[in-house]
Nanobody, 128 residues
Framework: QLQLVESGGGLVQPGGSLRLSCAAS????????IGWFRQAPGKEREGVSC????????NYADSVKGRFTISRDNAKNTVYLQMNSLKPEDTAVYYC?????????????????????WGQGTQVTVSS
């Protein structure tokens, strides 16, 4: 059974950086598109970034474009989210999620309902 485990969250000052990792076990990432989502207190869970199976296609929410970078290392069964120039409004629990893709290796989506498998989340707090 596929399990996703996020790590790398923590407390960082505004303008700082963090790199989140999403490690998969019980299955291979080779056929999984991965999305990063976040949920702040009192708000709905929103899509942040996603990456296709091949890694050739990525997508970002407007709020993080130019600051966040998603990447994947299928050999390590891990997807990363590099977060730079962090702002207090980036504070949230960050989740990674997986979607099995059979045909379109360039498929990506920021829609929550497209992803059936989820990790437990990692807290990111941006504060001075």
């Amino acid at each position: 059974q596929l399990q996703l485990v996020e790590s790398g969250g923590g407390l960082v000052q505004p303008g700082g950086s963090l790199r989140l990792s999403c490690a998969a076990s019980g299955g291979t990432l080779n056929y999984l598109a991965i999305g990063w989502f976040r949920q702040a207190p009192g708000k709905e869970r929103e899509g942040v970034s996603c990456i296709s199976i091949s890694g050739s296609s990525t997508n970002y929410a407007d709020s993080v474009k130019g600051r966040f970078t998603i990447s994947r290392d299928n050999a390590k069964n891990t997807v990363y989210l590099q977060m730079n120039s962090l702002k207090p409004e980036d504070t949230a629990v960050y989740y990674c999620a997986a979607a099995r893709v059979i045909l379109n290796r360039s498929w990506t989506s920021l829609a929550r309902y497209e992803y059936p498998d989820w990790g437990q989340g990692t807290q990111v707090t941006v504060s001075s």
